[in-house]
């Protein structure tokens, strides 16, 4: 695993880290009133027929973020030159672009040319998650869109579902997040669902030796393998938070801390002292801070090696560039 851990390590190298400059509360106030008033509508507008949708647009906003910054880069599709980071692997499994594309719509008709793709999908993850009754954070604007997307970036850059607490650290910390930033933003998995795929390693064949990972809860084990019954098994899919997964609450931690985290990533929240600890804080507490500081990490990654002033564009359509 030498080469891809060089890979990522060049691609960081690359990427410019956090430049918030230029972002603030009610940016398009005089440039396009109404403007996250359009975005709220048009997400309650997708939210109330699919609340389902809310996890993977937070996740799509995630996944923006951790790929040159908070730039839209996410929804570009790939050219015939150019394969872009939406047909990454890790984001191959994205949806919701609909959301996106429909209030970019609605905004080019009253306000072309102004408000940026990389804002709309920053303000949708916001309000998809306020609607299903999360917790709700401020999302200051000024985005600019990316003009670059690039599907070996995504690939690397994109923390995995099997990382390890020193990888995940890694890779939270070269995009300017910290490890409290990890524990708390990994709690997002406390909606939606996975496919068997992403952890079937956990279950079937966890060192090569056709066994589980010792580290996971033994009935845990067992419910899954009833549910994807092979390690090959890439069509199934099963809820990240069992019995939970629709309602944005602090549920996460009281399963990571029985040993029943889905993937290696949640497990390893318990190999490190600052993210347990935080784990059995809102185990315990039945998530007492956990929106508050759910909001805070989430505003924080928001700003991520952000584009402003004349740096990128403001695309037409959020699929391709001008």
């Not at 390590?9 to 972002?23: E, K, R, S, T, Y």
């Not at 005089?30 to 609340?51: D, L, N």
Request: positive net charge; charged residues 20%.
């Amino acid at each position: 695993m030498a080469f891809p851990r060089l890979i990522f390590l060049l691609v960081l190298a690359i990427i410019p880290l956090c430049n918030a400059q230029g972002l603030k509360l009610g940016y398009y106030q005089k440039t396009c009133p109404g403007a996250e008033a359009i975005v709220q509508k048009t997400t309650s507008h997708y939210i109330s027929r699919a609340p389902t949708l809310a996890a993977p647009l937070l996740r799509m906003h995630f996944h923006d973020c951790f790929v040159r910054g908070c730039d839209g880069s996410v929804l570009l599709n790939s050219t015939k030159n150019n394969p872009a980071e939406i047909d990454a692997f890790p984001n191959q499994s994205l949806r919701g672009f609909q959301v996106i594309e429909a209030a970019k719509s609605e905004l080019e008709q009253k306000c072309p040319d102004v408000v940026s793709c990389a804002d709309i999908l920053a303000l949708v993850a916001r309000d998809a998650i306020s609607l299903i009754k999360g917790p709700y954070w401020n999302v200051p604007l000024g985005r600019r869109d990316g003009k670059v997307s690039i599907m070996l970036e995504a690939l690397f850059n994109l923390p995995p579902p099997f990382a390890n607490i020193t990888t995940l650290k890694a890779q939270f910390s070269s995009v300017g997040l910290n490890a409290k930033d990890l524990v708390v933003l990994s709690g997002g998995h406390t909606i939606g669902n996975s496919h068997c795929s992403s952890f079937t390693s956990r279950i079937y064949n966890f060192t090569g030796k056709g066994d589980t990972d010792p580290t996971m809860d033994a009935n845990y084990v067992a419910r899954l393998k009833s549910k994807c019954t092979s390690n090959n098994d890439v069509k199934t899919i099963v809820e990240m938070d069992p019995g939970s997964f629709k309602t944005f609450d602090g549920s996460y931690y009281s399963l990571v801390a029985k040993r029943r985290g889905l993937f290696q990533s949640d497990a390893a929240l318990l190999d490190d002292n600052e993210t347990k600890a935080y784990v059995k804080l809102q185990a315990m507490s039945h998530g007492s801070t956990f929106f508050k500081d759910f909001a805070e990490s989430m505003e924080k990654m928001g700003r991520i090696s952000v584009l402003t002033g004349k740096a990128g564009e403001i695309r037409k359509h959020c699929s391709f560039i001008n």
